[in-house]
């Protein structure tokens, strides 16, 4: 009962004028930002700061206007994944693998309306989730340890196979040549640079927002520009936009599946450390695993691959607020951001936030679900405007996409260097499409490839180089029995099921005739 | 008493000394300008924008500070690029911290050393602390650097800096000054940040921790850490006097993550004055006493050709202790 007279009290803060103005204003620009490539939830929110400085907004009306554009980012990064096939941001990249097939199958506004709906259902149960668990569950980030997130970062690599639709060896390479990128840079356990060829540049590594920009929106300009003689302008055009909003049989197709999503992706995101890209990939991984056993479907446009990394990634954002909240440890890029907000306003982030500053918290968590009913309503009458931009011809469209890309990754380094760096990857994605090797691999190797060396050296060292230790504990068993039974047996298994039932067919053939 | 006396004269001798420097001004940066060589949550993102803040605030800058974020290479971007293109902007402040004179002692801004810019002021400093989870058997610092020195593989000590990083330096430089000999011995996990070694800390995945007391501050309030000692030269003021230094437990050891900031080369002496007379009235202020006092920063006040030599002080300390642990030959 102290939680909802707190909830109660939360919401007399939220809503004034002033912030429902301020909610409105930061899921609007959110979600702008969110879609634009290279603008992600982080950079959306380190670029108002400012603006909630210069208006002397108090503590909780700058919280409130910097959380709604972190949700509106989360919200805004799929609706170019899905009418481009170029991620918004880091967390979107899943989505491109269903999104983008269902419009060009002329679902495009259903793709759109039924991951709005499906941001909304993760965000919403994240939000209570933070409501009710945030003292509880960080406990469960306390039990993981350099050895556990070790496994954790393994069980991810493992799903990869269930990633990429076709060719199992070529997805294997793109996730070697994307944990080959992370090894660029200073090496944190040693201090040595490593690739980095003494260019200063290279020394914290690169930007996975640069690949991404690069290796999905630039090889897609230059994909353009190679076949501009052809009838580029004719295919595109012809992409129906179709009904606006999905039928009520997908929506009880997927309701099981944003269930679950949310579940995982909720965990991934309290974990410091983990974060929203696992949670859209171990959510979109696992739902294909349990839903389509013999992948015909997901890759191909299935409406539970557009709703589970939506699901999953608004409620790892939620989920980041659990540590950042109740233990002052960002658990993902825009909570650091969002903590450091919080010390220059005077406030100390840590284990006694909810009994120091509880108008803050609960301020906060109120303003959490007034800027999602807000996304919500914004984002579904939206739309038809949003599938407008398939309308456009790409001899419109590219070059603007090519634009925003040098603006959007310039706006946030300030480095021509990352330009440079964006167009080779450009480059390479380009001669990759041409191999149909697939990308997303790439970044989820980049992404995850750092995070897992550090923690299987930090678990090594702390025993004294002892490698049993990465199973001595009951969760890594798990998380290892997981990755194992879930991930590499049906890999044997399938293949002898497969050739066992061929035989059979042959034997029924052979009767037949 | 007798030090809180001392410190109040120091500060009233201060607070005049900067009303002078006051009038001395003739420069009035026109449009500006702190880079945080970091992306934005970072301590020289706080620097900038809090010290921006401040000083608009206080009506000592006319116009908004405009924080520009240009993160790489630990600082080394930023650096490279204040010294190649903007050598003579007047306009321009740089957030600097330890770390920036760790990596210029360890040589790892490549081609760059610390007299290619002119060394401002600072505005504060956060002395380091190494920390235990509250219910663990070490009792004091003593007894931890002596479990170090019997067998350093029984002890893991987390930090959030890379090793050869600041966190690393620090806990090397408690080791140092209890005898032991080969500091390379001593076990440091490196960590994404302070945060997550705190956590790991909580988690029991290490014994010890080495950060920042901002860092530690909101563990310490709750009682989920103990610490062991504070590396200042005397104990804190307010709230974190309780905390015993190194020194009085007979390590003497100092560790001082100062914040600060750095401005271009070829800056005016006109403009130079300037700054460092706008950040010295900064400093004096009470509401600069209070942003410091909520965020556990300590007292280090040095202005211009004083904050020059404590800068080329310490990267000459640091180049010593990083040469004892091979980091640079």
Redesign the interface.
Same mark, same amino acid.
């Given at each position: 009962m102290d939680t909802f007279m707190s909830l109660a009290d939360g919401f007399a803060i939220a809503l004034t004028w002033q912030n429902i103005l301020l909610a409105l204003l930061g899921c609007f620009l959110g979600t702008i930002m969110g879609a634009l490539p290279g603008l992600g939830p982080s950079n959306g929110v380190a670029i108002l700061i400012p603006l909630a400085f210069t208006l002397g907004l108090g503590a909780t009306p700058s919280l409130i206007l910097l959380t709604s554009v972190y949700y509106g980012a989360m919200y805004g990064g799929r609706i170019s994944s899905i009418l481009l096939n170029i991620p918004g941001d880091e967390p979107a990249m899943m989505t491109c693998l269903d999104g983008y097939p269902m419009a060009q199958k002329g679902m495009a506004g259903q793709a759109l309306s039924l991951s709005g709906i499906a941001s909304f259902v993760g965000a919403f149960f994240a939000t209570w989730g933070l409501i009710f668990l945030a003292p509880q569950l960080v406990k469960i980030a306390l039990l993981f340890g350099p050895a556990e997130y070790f496994a954790l970062f393994a069980l991810a690599f493992m799903t990869l196979g269930g990633v990429s639709s076709t060719n199992q060896a070529k997805s294997a390479f793109a996730a070697a040549l994307g944990l080959g990128f992370a090894m660029i840079g200073v090496d944190t356990q040693t201090g040595v640079p490593r690739f980095t060829f003494g260019e200063v540049h290279l020394y914290d590594g690169l930007d996975f927002l640069v690949a991404i920009v690069g290796l999905f929106a630039l090889s897609e300009v230059f994909i353009f520009l190679e076949h501009r003689h052809g009838d580029a302008d004719g295919t595109a055009s012809k992409i129906k936009v179709g009904r606006l909003t999905p039928p009520l049989s997908m929506l009880k197709q997927t309701t099981p599946t944003m269930i679950r999503s949310t579940l995982l992706g909720f965990l991934a995101g309290v974990l410091p450390g983990a974060g929203a890209s696992l949670g859209s990939f171990i959510a979109y991984s696992f739902e294909k695993r349990l839903v389509d056993k013999d992948g015909k479907t997901f890759g191909k446009g299935d409406p539970r691959g557009v709703a589970a990394p939506e699901a999953g990634n608004n409620a790892a954002a939620g989920g980041a607020l659990v540590p950042m909240l109740a233990l002052g440890v960002p658990g993902s890029g825009t909570t650091a951001v969002l903590l450091a907000v919080l010390l220059s306003l005077n406030i100390t982030p840590g284990p006694l936030l909810f009994s120091q500053n509880p108008d803050v918290v609960w301020g906060l968590i109120a303003a959490l679900f007034i800027a999602n009913f807000m996304l919500l309503a914004m984002n579904i009458p939206m739309v038809g405007l949003f599938t407008r931009v398939l309308m456009v011809p790409p001899r419109i469209l590219m070059p603007v996409v090519a634009m925003v890309s040098f603006v959007g990754i310039y706006g946030i380094s300030g480095s021509s260097f990352d330009l440079l760096v964006m167009v080779g990857f450009g480059m390479l994605g380009w001669i990759l499409r041409k191999f149909d090797v697939p990308l997303v691999p790439i970044i989820l190797g980049t992404l995850l490839g750092n995070a897992m060396e550090n923690n299987l050296r930090r678990a090594i060292t702390i025993d004294n180089g002892n490698w049993l230790t990465l199973v001595d504990s009951p969760l890594s068993i798990t998380l290892w029995v997981i990755a194992i039974v879930g991930f590499i047996l049906p890999l044997i298994i399938g293949r002898k099921v497969k050739s066992k039932m061929h035989a059979r067919r042959d034997e029924e053939g052979s009767l037949a005739d | 008493m007798i030090i809180k006396a001392t410190r109040l004269t120091v500060a009233a001798a201060l607070l005049g000394a900067s009303t002078f420097g006051a009038f001395a001004e003739g420069f009035t940066p026109e449009n500006p300008e702190c880079i945080a060589p970091a $992306?934005?949550?970072?301590g020289w @993102?706080?620097t900038c924008? =809090?010290v921006g803040?401040a000083l608009q605030d206080l009506g000592l800058i006319e116009k +908004?500070m =405009?924080?520009? $974020?240009?993160?790489?290479?630990?600082g080394?971007?930023a650096y490279?690029e204040v010294v190649n293109k903007r050598a003579d902007d007047n306009d321009l402040i740089v957030a600097a911290s330890s770390a920036t004179a760790t990596r210029l002692a360890q040589g790892?801004?490549?081609g760059n050393t610390m007299d290619q810019v002119r060394w401002l002021a600072s505005i504060g400093a956060d002395y380091g602390v190494i920390a235990v989870a509250k219910d663990s058997d070490i009792a004091d610092l003593p007894a931890l650097l002596e479990m170090i020195k019997t067998d350093p593989?029984s002890v893991?000590v987390a930090g959030g800096s890379? #090793?050869?990083?600041w966190d690393h330096l620090k806990v090397l430089i408690a080791a140092n000054a209890y005898g032991i000999d080969d500091v390379r011995t001593v076990?440091y %996990?490196?960590? !994404?940040?302070g945060?997550?070694a #705190? +956590? =790991?800390l909580?988690?029991?995945?290490?014994q010890a921790f080495t950060g920042d007391i901002s860092e530690a501050?909101?563990?310490v !309030?709750?009682g @989920?850490i103990r610490v062991l000692a504070v590396l200042s030269p005397e104990r804190l003021g307010g709230e974190f006097a309780e905390f015993p230094t190194a020194k009085e437990q007979g390590v003497d050891a100092i560790g001082a993550n100062w914040r600060g900031f750095y401005a271009p080369g070829d800056m005016s002496d006109e403009a130079y004055d300037a700054w460092v007379s706008k950040i010295a009235d900064l400093y004096a202020t009470p509401e600069w006493k209070? %942003?410091m006092a $909520? $965020?556990g920063m300590a007292p280090l006040d040095l202005q211009g050709a004083a904050f020059e030599t404590f800068v080329s002080e310490s990267v000459a300390q640091i180049q010593a202790i990083s040469k004892d642990i091979g980091?640079i030959k």
């Open positions: - | $992306n934005p949550g970072g @993102d706080f924008r =809090q803040k +908004t =405009q924080v520009v $974020n240009l993160a790489g290479g630990g080394g971007v490279a790892a801004f490549p593989r893991s890379a #090793v050869g990083g076990k %996990i490196a960590f !994404d940040g945060g997550e #705190v +956590t =790991q909580l988690a029991g995945s290490v501050k909101g563990f !309030d709750s @989920d209070e %942003i $909520n $965020n980091i």
